[in-house]
């Protein structure tokens, strides 16, 4: 089963958009397996941006991301990775349709709202950092039968 990282980034959080930003989610028919409300730290942030390190944009994106709480999120399922990236939109709010959380609900790039790892491999990587394996929950959903056709 697949597994992705999604984080509601400060400025969801102090726009008061975590529970938008879920239902959202959640309407799709993901489903959450971890979920916590923290502030990242600086040594956090450099690693999980780590990517990053050396773009024009990096300084201000560590900034950001360690300006206030954020919603870490573990999501699973088949092919999670790209469902969520889907729902999230471009990296630009402005180049993302309509009907996407960043298309609907920004505007600047800087202030894109959410997170969602973009492989397989990222996903496992941003995972191990923000949670423990046991913090992650094991459990079907009733509703399951009515969102997956087995
Ligand atoms: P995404 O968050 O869509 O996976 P990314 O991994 O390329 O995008 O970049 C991580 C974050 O860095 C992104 O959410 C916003 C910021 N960012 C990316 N490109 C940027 C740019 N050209 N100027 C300013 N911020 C940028
Ligand atoms: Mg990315």
New binding site residues.
Partial sequence: MDRTLVLVKPDGVQRGLIGEIISRLERRGLKIVGMKLMQVSGELANRH?G??EG???FA??VGFITSGPIVAMAIEGNNVVGLV?TT?G???PADSAPGTIRGDLGVD??R?LI??S?SDESAKRELSLFFTEGELVDYSRDTDPWIIEA
């Fill in positions: 941006y990517e990053h773009k024009p944009f201000g994106l990236r999230v471009e990296t630009n790039i800087g894109n997170h969602g973009d």
